[in-house]
């Protein structure tokens, strides 16, 4: 990975997006992909679109969402603390002692997520983990109306970022679900800029997938595109206590995943798998026997269908504060899609025969 596209990954990480709040990661997502596009919008919704060659007869939409999970202020008690509600799926094992941003509307305020001290807690109270309305986050406030200088009901908040390299390649961060896949959608453009394309492509930063996979349905209808590839991670099973017979045999640093299930239009998905092994692409498998819980599963019921597939970056910890992945893979997924897209011409038939 050279030095541009890594500054990238470091900053996009850097940023606070839970879902519905994903303006200052776009705004980072958008500032870099508009020099890789003939053209970058924003939607209502909240997705940015880039285009390459727009007009050509077929449309390719890669789909990375930008959210991540994180949480909303409910309430601010009497003492200053502010009580929050989760949005998307929160790990709430992990949740006591954690370091958070409030995205206040004058600027982030830091704050923790407090406990009472392990000292003082019952035998049950240690086994037992906390509930979200249970949850606060103490930014220092003296009272509730010394709190209400600085948040308001309704502002979002997320995980401290946390961005840490680690050996051989492999880093830690918050959110790296997904904007390690909305980075790969960027990425792809950038490797495709110079090249010959018969195809227009539509690299999208989705909005709110944490929450219903709801920018990729928006953005993929105002798109319309005949093929389309989602981006996101995938559970990595090389770490104590993951069951392989469940989630495959995949480990970091060993590729992309490449899918095989409904959800995956069975043309495309053997594309993938030939490229891969034509341009020497280390990848792995895995199988989803329904639907995918990723922007695949709106990519492919989109109008009159689309052809769909899922490349996703295998990740460590999933929706924890410490999400692990490899550089390696992250390059290597981007080269495999770019050089998949390559392959497709107006001539090419996904029907399934």
Same mark, same amino acid.
């Given at each position: ?18 879902? =519905? ?19 970058? /919008? ?9 285009? &390459? ?43 006591? %002692? ?16 407090? !406990? ?64 390690? %896949? ?12 110079? /090249? !010959? ?11 709110? *997938?944490?929450?219903?996979?709801? =920018?990729? /349905? +928006?953005?993929?209808? =105002? ?17 104590? =206590? ?27 998905? $053997? /594309?993938?798998? *030939?490229?891969?092994? $034509? ?12 639907? +995918?819980? +990723? ?12 052809? +769909?597939? &899922? ?43």
């Amino acid at each position: 990975m050279d030095i541009e596209s890594l500054n990238f990954l470091k900053k996009l990480l850097a940023q606070c997006g839970p879902s =519905g709040f994903e303006n200052a990661a776009r705004r980072v997502w958008v500032q870099r992909t508009q020099k890789y596009a003939d053209e970058v /919008r924003t939607d209502v919704h909240g997705n940015a679109i880039a285009v &390459l060659n727009p007009g050509a007869d077929v449309r390719i939409m890669l789909a990375g969402h930008l959210d991540e999970i994180g949480f909303i202020v409910t309430h601010i008690s009497d003492n200053g603390y502010l009580h929050v509600a989760a949005v998307g799926g929160i790990d709430r094992v992990t949740l006591p %002692g954690s370091q958070v941003k409030v995205l206040a509307e004058k600027g982030t305020i830091d704050g923790v997520i407090g !406990k009472k001290a392990i000292h003082l807690a019952s035998p049950e109270e240690r086994r037992k983990a906390v509930e979200i309305k249970d949850v606060w986050i103490d930014i220092g406030a003296r009272n509730r109306k010394d709190a209400e200088k600085h948040v308001k009901v309704g502002d979002y908040a997320s995980y401290t970022p946390n961005f840490m390299m680690l050996k051989n390649d492999l880093f830690s961060s918050k959110s790296c679900d997904n904007k390690t %896949g909305a980075f790969v959608a960027s990425e792809v453009m950038k490797r495709l800029r110079r /090249r !010959k394309l018969s195809v227009s492509v539509y690299a999208v930063a989705t909005a709110q *997938e944490e929450i219903g996979i709801r =920018g990729a /349905r +928006t953005s993929a209808y =105002g798109i319309d595109p005949q093929v389309g590839i989602a981006l996101d991670v995938g559970f990595a099973s090389d770490t104590p =206590g993951i069951d392989k017979r469940i989630v495959g045999d995949v480990a970091l640093g060993k590729g992309p995943i490449l899918c095989s299930g409904p959800n995956i239009n069975p043309v495309l998905g $053997k /594309r993938l798998v *030939e490229v891969a092994r $034509k341009k020497k692409v280390p990848h792995q498998f895995t199988t989803d026997p329904g639907v +995918t819980g +990723t922007d695949a599963a709106a990519l492919q019921v989109t109008r009159e269908g689309v052809a +769909t597939a &899922l490349v996703s970056i295998p990740n460590r910890y999933m929706h924890t504060q410490v999400e692990t992945c490899s550089l390696k893979d992250l390059d290597n997924t981007a080269r495999l899609v770019a050089e998949t897209i390559l392959t497709i011409t107006p001539r090419t038939n996904f029907i399934p025969r």
